[in-house]
């Protein structure tokens, strides 16, 4: 089994920052893609940020130029630097990591969600 663990969620002035981070552990052989996805009320999760193994990145246009994902593979962590914040930035953020339990396989794992709120 492997778990997810999010932290840094809370609350902050609309122009504030936070930093979100990830930490999978349990049974793993090894970890590709990991990405940060957030859901609003009544609104499908969408993707915010996602980071491959080689550090590869990519981001929804709606944070590009503000947010900034990175990861420390010797800890199986992932970070979401969120800086520039506005209340549309408001939600719950969720972690996501394509998880090896063996080298055969792989499935998605998701953490319990940290919620983010923006506001003065």
């Known amino acids: 089994q492997v778990q997810l663990v999010e932290s840094g969620g809370g609350l902050v002035q609309p122009g504030g920052s936070l930093r979100l981070s990830c930490a999978a552990s349990g049974s793993i052989f090894s970890i590709d893609t990991m990405g940060w996805y957030r859901q609003a009320p009544g609104k499908e999760r969408e993707l915010v940020a996602t980071i491959t193994t080689g550090g590869s990145t990519t981001y929804a246009d709606s944070v590009k130029g503000r947010f900034t994902i990175s990861r420390d593979n010797g800890k199986n962590t992932v970070y979401l630097q969120m800086n520039s914040l506005n209340p549309e930035d408001t939600t719950v953020y969720y972690c996501?990591?394509?998880?090896?339990?063996?080298?055969?396989?792989?499935?998605?794992?998701w953490g319990q969600g940290t919620q983010v709120t923006v506001s003065s």
């Open positions: 996501n990591a394509y998880v090896c339990s063996t080298r055969w396989y792989c499935e998605h794992y």
